[in-house]
C-alpha cells in the first residue's frame, strides 16, 4: 500500500546553540542518515548566508549536497516535487514571520522539517524568528560549543570587532566566522 503524503504526519527538528556549536554538522549527519535510507532531501538556505554554496561548517567538514539559496521562504514550495525531507540552514537570517507560516504548512503538509539557527544574537537575546520556531519544534537539539576563554560549555556568541567585545548597539545580523565571534559560555561572555 503506498502512503499518500496527505496521511503522513510531518514534524518539526529544531538544531540549535551558539557558532561553533555543530549545528551544520547535526544537519549534515541527518542528510547523510536519508540518503542512506533513500529518502528525498531538499535544502535551503537565506541568500543573505553568502560563505559557501553549499551547507558550510566552520569546521572544515564539507559535504556535496544542493541547497537553494532563497530570498523568501515561501520559494521553497516552488522547489517541492513529493514527500521530501525538508531542511533549512541559518533559519535566524530569515527577517519576515513567513519562515514560520512556511514551516508550520510543510508539517502539516506531511514533510519532515529539520531547521538550524542560532537562538541567541551576540546581545545574548532571542534572535530573529526562531523562538517562534522553536515553540513549534517536535524535537529540540540545543547543542554547545567550547569557550575560547575558560574551555566550559559555550552556550552564547560574542562578536568581535578589531579583538575586542562589539558593541551592543551594533548591527544584529553580520555575516562572518572566527575573525568576526567566538563562543563563550555565560561568564565569559562580556556585553559591548
Known sequence: M???L???????????????????????????????????VLA??????????????HSGMSFHFPV????????????IKGNEIICIEEAQFFEDYDIVTVVQKLVDN????I???????????????????????????KLRAICVKCGEDATTT??????????YEGETILVGAKDSYEARCR??????
Not at 187 to 192: A, F, S, V
Open 2 to 4: 503506498e502512503l499518500r
Open 6 to 40: 496527505e496521511q503522513m504526519k510531518g514534524n518539526l527538528d529544531v538544531i540549535t546553540g551558539p557558532m561553533f556549536s555543530g549545528k551544520s554538522e547535526e544537519l549534515l549527519r541527518r542528510i547523510r542518515r536519508a540518503q542512506i535510507a533513500n529518502q528525498p
Open 44 to 57: 535551503f538556505k537565506p541568500k543573505i548566508e553568502t560563505r559557501s554554496l553549499g551547507i558550510f561548517t
Open 68 to 79: 537553494h539559496s532563497i530570498e523568501y521562504p515561501n520559494e521553497i514550495f516552488d522547489e
Open 110 to 113: 506531511g514533510h519532515r522539517v
Open 115 to 141: 531547521v538550524t539557527g542560532l537562538d541567541q544574537t551576540y546581545r545574548q537575546e532571542p534572535f530573529g524568528f526562531m523562538p517562534e520556531l522553536l515553540s513549534l519544534a517536535d524535537f529540540i537539539v
Open 158 to 167: 560574542q562578536r568581535l570587532v578589531n579583538g575586542e567585545p562589539a558593541s
Open 187 to 192: 561568564n565569559c561572555h562580556e556585553r559591548g
